[in-house]
C-alpha cells in the first residue's frame, strides 16, 4: 500500500517561490505516474502537473508552465514541485497522487492520494 505525505506548504509574498514535497513509502516509485493536483475554496480539484517515468512525458497546466516545476528523487522516494514566480492565484491546497495507470488530469486515475499541504501567496 503506497502511502503519500505532502509537506512545505506555507505562506509567500507574491513572486516568491516555494518547494513543496511529497514522501512515498509502502511502494517503489518507479513504476507510477506521479502528479501534483490542487484545489482552491469553491473549486474544482485541477491537474497542476504530471510526470511518467513509463512514457517519458511530463506535462503542466498552462497557467504554470514556466513556472512550476515536477521532479521525483527516486533513492529518497520524494517527489517535489518547485513553485516560482508565485500569484495569489496559486493559493490552495496542493495534494500529491500516484497510479500506475494515472492520467494526465483524470482526477479519478489516481488511487493514491496524499493529504495536502496549504500554499497561501499574499501580501
Known amino acids: 500500500q503506497l502511502q503519500l505525505v505532502e509537506s512545505g506548504g506555507g505562506l509567500v509574498q507574491p513572486g516568491g517561490s516555494l518547494r513543496v514535497s511529497c514522501a512515498a513509502s509502502g511502494l517503489a516509485l518507479d513504476n507510477y505516474v506521479i502528479a501534483w493536483y490542487r484545489q482552491a475554496p469553491g473549486n474544482v480539484r485541477e491537474g497542476v502537473a504530471c510526470f511518467s517515468n513509463s512514457r517519458g512525458t511530463t506535462e503542466y497546466a498552462h497557467s504554470v508552465k514556466g513556472r512550476f516545476t515536477i521532479s521525483r528523487d527516486n533513492a529518497k522516494s520524494t517527489l517535489y514541485l518547485q513553485m516560482n514566480s508565485l500569484k495569489p492565484e496559486d493559493t490552495a491546497v496542493y495534494y500529491c497522487?500516484?497510479?500506475?495507470?494515472?492520467?494526465?488530469?483524470?482526477?479519478?486515475?489516481?488511487?493514491?492520494w496524499g493529504q495536502g499541504t496549504q500554499v497561501t501567496v499574499s501580501s
Open positions: 497522487a500516484a497510479d500506475p495507470d494515472g492520467s494526465w488530469r483524470d482526477t479519478a486515475s489516481y488511487r493514491y
